[in-house]
């Protein structure tokens, strides 16, 4: 069946090639932020070349995270913005779990929970560099207190677990709705992935095809 | 080398920064505590503990900038383990310009924040006797001891990126000698020896300042840490902020103590969950397969049927 399965494109090379970058940056950001979080996971720093390695190179990740994200942001909040369709999916949210979205309105490119991953990461990145930058002490120690660097310091840590937890679910979502993986490693979904999880964004799609206009990211 | 203290010295360790085991809060107090006493009422301001302290630990502060006042150098830096600090108070109750003078450093707080927010196992050490002391080698120079400190005491040196303070001069008393300074002090302003010791030197001095009119003359030991291993007596104890702002009761930010706290455990605790209810979704609901049919229905809309 593989060789006639049509596939509709998801992701130019360059959308993905950004959210690699991305993803790379965030999964070493939480290796190392984690070493330094909590005792028992100080071992992850040996990944960095060492404790003082791990502390040096951590913020400078972290100023590649925010290029790279900037890039999706720009690429992608346009198809984030709310959509009628939003309401009904958070309403039918327990329908979504029990892998019943027929029962749901046609979702566009991405449905609300998406767009909360989205929005989600948005903030807390603002959150973790505005605060990283107030705790990063090799270069700016002495434009804040001791009392805002203590308050910088916790809500760092409590944003990196909820970044965590959108990241968990980011990619539980991605592993659990199979055939979702292709999108981000050769580009495209098959038609039926669309059908069943983005009707209306494969309609448009289509429609898109059909009257010669380029495909969007 | 004689043992001039009367302090044994046993340097045996009782904590270690982000390791299991240990004790946990302010160290207890044993017959084995030592504790440096600082006399404010008989400071000169002659700043020879502060070339003591250079001396011995082989250390070179720059020289800086006069802006104006006595401290120098302004602030405590990676050389500078203690600094005199000199404030000029014009008490309102007697009209008098007292120069008052505090040798600011390390406290050795029985709890301390450092060794509490360092994340670098065993960067930070607390001995039995009360010292706490920074390990340079396992030292990753993240800056948490200075957030985690009551007193804003460490400094991270721009050599080595590895923090420092006061050691209570851990490698003389490690060989029953006296941290430097105290040796160095002209007129007995600084003393060590048992914290119990101290503690009866201080109550004498204390005495004696009362019936010299400071009524409210007392022995700084803040609570609020468990305790210190560097005292002060004060003319002023009711008035600790007097002395360059000698906070009035330090103890463990509330925020540190949630970050260091709460935060770590729960942190984890909530990662930990969220992967666990992904796992139990996906054996409960199996994946979310794409059917034949979808595919099918697919196709129709991709070939413009649909």
């Given at each position: 069946?593989s060789?006639?399965?049509?596939?509709?494109?998801?992701?130019?090379?360059?959308?993905?090639?950004?959210?690699?970058?991305?993803?790379?940056?965030?999964?070493?950001?939480?290796l190392?932020?984690?070493?330094?979080?909590h005792?028992?996971?100080f071992?992850l720093?040996?990944?960095?070349?060492?404790?003082?390695?791990?502390?040096?190179?951590?913020?400078?990740?972290?100023?590649?995270?925010?290029?790279?994200?900037a890039?999706?942001?720009?690429?992608?909040?346009r198809?984030?913005?709310?959509?009628?369709?939003?309401?009904?999916?958070?309403?039918?949210?327990?329908?979504?779990l029990?892998?019943h979205?027929?029962?749901l309105?046609?979702q566009g490119?991405?449905?609300?929970?998406?767009?909360?991953?989205?929005?989600?990461m948005?903030?807390?990145?603002?959150?973790?560099?505005?605060?990283?930058?107030?705790?990063?002490d090799?270069?700016?120690?002495?434009?804040?207190?001791?009392?805002?660097?203590?308050?910088?310091?916790?809500t760092?840590?409590?944003?990196?677990?909820?970044?965590?937890?959108?990241?968990?679910?980011?990619?539980?979502?991605?592993i659990?709705?199979?055939?979702?993986?292709?999108?981000?490693?050769?580009?495209?979904?098959?038609a039926?992935w669309?059908?069943?999880?983005?009707?209306?964004w494969?309609?448009?799609?289509?429609?898109?095809?059909?009257?010669?206009?380029?495909p969007?990211? | 080398?004689?043992?001039?203290?009367?302090?044994?010295?046993?340097?045996?360790?009782?904590?270690?920064?982000?390791?299991k085991g240990?004790?946990s809060g302010?160290?207890?107090?044993?017959?084995?505590?030592?504790?440096?006493?600082?006399?404010?009422?008989?400071?000169?301001?002659?700043?020879a503990?502060?070339?003591?302290?250079?001396?011995?630990?082989?250390?070179?502060?720059p020289?800086?900038?006069?802006?104006?006042?006595?401290?120098?150098p302004?602030?405590?830096?990676?050389?500078t383990?203690t600094?005199?600090?000199?404030?000029?108070?014009?008490?309102?109750?007697?009209?008098?310009?007292?120069?008052?003078?505090?040798?600011d450093?390390?406290?050795?707080?029985?709890?301390?924040?450092?060794?509490?927010?360092?994340?670098?196992?065993?960067?930070?050490?607390?001995?039995?006797n009360?010292?706490?002391?920074?390990?340079?080698?396992?030292?990753?120079?993240?800056?948490?001891?200075?957030?985690?400190?009551?007193?804003?005491?460490?400094?991270?040196?721009?050599?080595?990126?590895?923090?420092?303070k006061?050691?209570?001069?851990?490698?003389?008393?490690?060989?029953g000698?006296?941290?430097?300074?105290?040796?160095?002090?002209?007129?007995?302003?600084?003393?060590?020896g048992?914290?119990?010791?101290?503690?009866?030197?201080?109550e004498?001095r204390?005495k004696?300042?009362?019936?010299?009119?400071?009524?409210?003359?007392?022995?700084?030991?803040?609570?609020?840490?468990g305790?210190?291993?560097?005292?002060?007596?004060?003319?002023h104890?009711?008035?600790?902020?007097?002395?360059?702002?000698?906070?009035?009761?330090?103890?463990?930010?509330?925020?540190?103590?949630?970050?260091?706290?709460?935060?770590?455990?729960?942190?984890?605790?909530?990662l930990?969950?969220?992967?666990?209810?992904g796992f139990?979704?996906?054996?409960?609901?199996?994946a979310d397969?794409?059917?034949?049919?979808?595919?099918?229905?697919?196709k129709?809309?991709?070939?413009?049927?649909?």
């Amino acid at each position: 069946m593989s060789g006639t399965t049509p596939t509709v494109r998801r992701y130019t090379p360059a959308a993905r090639a950004n959210h690699w970058l991305t993803a790379i940056s965030l999964v070493l950001l939480a290796l190392s932020g984690l070493s330094l979080f909590h005792p028992s996971l100080f071992f992850l720093t040996g990944l960095f070349g060492g404790g003082a390695w791990t502390r040096a190179i951590h913020p400078w990740i972290g100023v590649v995270l925010v290029f790279s994200f900037a890039g999706l942001f720009v690429r992608f909040f346009r198809l984030n913005l709310p959509a009628n369709e939003d309401a009904a999916w958070i309403k039918g949210l327990p329908e979504v779990l029990k892998g019943h979205e027929e029962n749901l309105p046609e979702q566009g490119k991405y449905n609300a929970g998406q767009k909360g991953v989205f929005w989600g990461m948005t903030i807390l990145i603002l959150v973790l560099v505005s605060s990283g930058l107030v705790i990063w002490d090799q270069y700016f120690s002495q434009y804040t207190s001791i009392g805002q660097k203590r308050v910088a310091m916790l809500t760092h840590s409590i944003a990196a677990i909820c970044a965590m937890l959108i990241w968990i679910v980011h990619v539980y979502a991605a592993i659990w709705v199979r055939g979702t993986f292709s999108g981000m490693t050769r580009g495209s979904v098959t038609a039926g992935w669309a059908w069943r999880h983005h009707r209306k964004w494969l309609r448009e799609e289509v429609q898109k095809e059909q009257g010669g206009a380029t495909p969007g990211e | 080398m004689a043992n001039t203290t009367g302090v044994a010295p046993t340097m045996e360790l009782v904590r270690q920064s982000a390791t299991k085991g240990g004790i946990s809060g302010p160290l207890p107090p044993s017959a084995n505590d030592v504790a440096k006493l600082i006399d404010v009422s008989k400071c000169i301001g002659c700043k020879a503990c502060q070339s003591a302290c250079l001396e011995w630990n082989d250390l070179v502060e720059p020289v800086g900038f006069n802006t104006g006042v006595y401290d120098n150098p302004h602030d405590l830096t990676e050389n500078t383990l203690t600094l005199m600090r000199f404030t000029e108070w014009d008490n309102p109750a007697t009209g008098d310009l007292e120069w008052l003078i505090r040798k600011d450093g390390c406290m050795h707080c029985a709890d301390p924040g450092c060794l509490k927010a360092c994340p670098a196992p065993g960067a930070i050490v607390q001995y039995q006797n009360g010292i706490v002391d920074f390990v340079h080698e396992k030292c990753i120079g993240c800056g948490y001891c200075i957030k985690g400190c009551p007193f804003n005491i460490p400094r991270i040196s721009k050599a080595d990126s590895t923090a420092y303070k006061c050691t209570l001069c851990s490698d003389r008393v490690s060989v029953g000698q006296g941290p430097a300074c105290a040796k160095a002090c002209p007129t007995k302003a600084i003393s060590f020896g048992t914290k119990a010791d101290m503690k009866t030197l201080a109550e004498s001095r204390i005495k004696d300042l009362k019936s010299r009119g400071f009524a409210e003359a007392g022995l700084y030991d803040p609570p609020g840490v468990g305790g210190t291993h560097v005292m002060y007596v004060l003319h002023h104890n009711d008035q600790p902020q007097l002395y360059a702002g000698l906070p009035n009761n330090p103890k463990i930010s509330a925020i540190v103590e949630a970050w260091k706290g709460v935060t770590k455990y729960a942190g984890l605790g909530v990662l930990g969950l969220a992967a666990l209810a992904g796992f139990v979704h996906h054996t409960v609901m199996g994946a979310d397969r794409v059917t034949r049919t979808d595919e099918e229905n697919g196709k129709r809309v991709k070939d413009g049927v649909a």
